[in-house]
């Protein structure tokens, strides 16, 4: 089987499960059912053993409604910069499809991922509403900087767009899986449960195809843009994951919580490790692509997103 055959099998099956296990954010979650209301002081709002900050001095000393409402600013802000991510990655993928020919293989998945997100945006926003926090997501320059210089890139440099798709989806999908694993089922509340569960089984296929996308890429490369992609993507993956995985410049004016604490917390040895964790696919998938260079891994460790553990790996 050519690499082209594999492709359009793999997308084939993407599509035929993008059928059979998709979500409606209004169907498929009942937001007046009264175990899913909102009150920013529930305790299974609390923040997660994951999240660094639940660990320090100043979280431990404050009273349960206030690491309550901590925590649900926590989990609306990354809901907010999630649907951020998705709008971006939205306009990208039409801009994308919008070029291809007739009887593309992958025309049909991208608007089946396309739907998806835009479902993904509905309830990450119905959450923040529900939450009446004023949660701000992405912060504006990096929201201006991804709408004039990302976007395009679909067009421009796709293998370089999947990779910025990659550095949303993947620390994002990687603490909910964690967050899923780790906690006890009365210890969540219903609502991020519900709403997480429906979006990393349709994650699971977005971060798929965006996988082989780059497999089935960038083996055509030039010399010029194979050694770009390899440079580009420390950096990217080192600003990104921050934008997704630290929700500072939310939790700092609207959450109470001291900057100090905040800064603390995301460089603490947890904080770092968190980081390096919540990019080990995409790491795993640059070594296998054979785009971890000497000069790329320099990079890698300068942004702290090399793991000695795994290598690369
Ligand atoms: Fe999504
Ligand atoms: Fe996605």
Not at 6 to 29: C, P, Q, W
Not at 208 to 214: G, I, K, N, V
Not at 216 to 234: D, K, N
Not at 292 to 309: C, N, Q
Request: overall charge positive; charged content about 25%; hydrophobic content about 40%.
């Amino acid at each position: 089987m050519t690499a082209t055959d594999e492709f359009t099998v793999m997308v084939g099956r993407l599509n035929k499960l993008s059928v059979e296990r998709h979500f409606d954010a209004y169907a498929d979650i009942d937001w007046d059912d009264p175990k899913f209301a909102l009150d920013i002081t529930d305790p299974r709002l609390e923040l997660r053993a994951l999240d660094p900050l639940r660990h320090t001095d100043w979280y431990a000393a404050q009273p349960p409604d206030v690491r309550a409402a901590v925590g649900c600013h926590r989990w609306a802000a990354y809901m907010k910069t999630g649907w951020h991510f998705e709008n971006l990655l939205q306009r990208g993928l039409l801009r994308h499809t919008f070029a291809l020919p007739n009887g593309a293989p992958e025309f049909r998945y991208l608007h089946h991922e396309i739907i998806e997100e835009s479902q993904h945006t509905l309830m990450f926003q119905e959450f923040v509403n529900r939450s009446g926090l004023p949660v701000r997501g992405m912060p504006w320059g990096w929201r201006k900087l991804a709408e004039w210089f990302v976007v395009p890139l679909s067009r421009v440099f796709p293998a370089l767009f999947f990779l910025f798709v990659l550095g949303g989806e993947d620390p994002v999908d990687h603490m909910q899986r964690r967050v899923l694993r780790e906690a006890d089922p009365e210890d969540l509340h219903p609502l991020v449960e519900r709403i997480m569960r429906i979006h990393t089984t349709e994650e699971a296929r977005h971060l798929s195809f965006a996988r082989h996308y780059l497999h089935r890429r960038v083996p055509e490369l030039g010399f010029v843009r194979r050694h770009a992609l390899a440079l580009i993507a420390p950096v990217v993956l080192g600003i990104m994951t921050r934008i997704m995985v630290w929700p500072t410049g939310d939790l700092i004016p609207h959450g109470g919580v001291p900057r100090q604490v905040v800064r603390r917390a995301n460089w603490s040895p947890a904080g770092r490790q968190l980081l390096k964790d919540s990019v080990s696919k995409t790491r795993k998938l640059f070594g296998e692509l054979g785009l971890i260079t000497p000069a790329s891994r320099t990079l890698w460790k300068a942004v702290g997103l090399w793991d000695k553990e795994s290598k690369g790996k």
